[in-house]
């Protein structure tokens, strides 16, 4: 099946830094989304972007198909950011599921 | 409803209990995932429903799980004589469509506990 790595796993920001979240994936995707699982353990999804650059807010992302890889950009950090970025990926191969990747661990800092 | 709810929230078993958790996906969604997150890791994979048929059950680890969506809607997962490492979020996921290029939306999980 499709193998998903995510780095850095673990990220420390001051509050109005920049970041970003790096998705490698190992076969061309149909599917990717990227979610933030909130302390409580909610996956929220944050974007469905199996190629091209989507922009929500303070939150971007960017989709190179032919290169399978994916960015997550958050600018101006907040506090409610923290939690664990997932991106997780569908390969028509590999049936319907998705693979996630191991997680990006944000802490934001006041 | 608005979104994917799951009940219970918690479950605390003592080993070798059953356990039968429960999905409910967003109204009209045809596919429904459950998901297993172990500690400080990524959900991974355990079966899929295309209403009511099961069409992939590759990633329930025994045969000890169990899960069915005998009307096409809720869905229940069911482990039987539980163990240790059963200890995990259990995560169900639902999409509108059929096909690979569909948003899943998740739920909130339930966090089962095996003592």
């Known amino acids: 099946g499709i193998q998903v790595e995510q780095s850095p796993p673990d990220l420390i920001l001051q509050e109005g830094a920049n970041s970003t979240l790096r998705c490698n994936f190992s076969d061309s995707v149909n599917n990717l989304q990227w979610f933030h699982q909130n302390p409580w353990g909610q996956l929220i999804n944050l974007f469905y972007i199996p190629s091209g650059t989507k922009q929500n807010g303070r939150l971007s992302a960017t989709t190179v198909a032919t290169e399978r890889y994916s960015l997550l950009y958050i600018s101006s950090s907040q506090t409610t950011d923290s939690g664990v970025y997932f991106c997780?990926?569908?390969?028509?191969?590999?049936?319907?599921?998705?693979?996630f990747g191991g997680g990006t661990r944000l802490m934001v800092k006041p | 409803g608005a979104g994917v709810s799951q009940s219970p929230r918690y479950k605390v078993a003592k080993r070798g209990q059953d356990v039968a958790l429960r999905c409910d996906p967003i109204?009209?969604?045809?596919?429904l995932f459950w998901y297993q997150q172990a500690l400080g890791q990524g959900p991974e994979f355990l079966t899929y429903?295309?209403?009511?048929?099961?069409?992939?059950k590759s990633g329930l680890p025994s045969d000890r799980f169990f899960a069915e969506r005998p009307e096409g809607s809720v869905s229940t997962l069911k482990i039987q004589r539980t163990q240790q490492e059963d200890s995990a979020v259990y995560l169900c996921a639902s999409s509108a469509g059929t096909g690979v290029r569909d948003t899943q939306y998740f739920g909130p999980g339930t966090r089962l506990t095996v003592l």
């Open positions: 429903f295309q209403n009511e048929a099961q069409l992939d």
């Open positions: 997780a990926a569908q390969n028509r191969n590999a049936g319907n599921m998705l693979t």
């Open positions: 109204s009209g969604h045809v596919s």
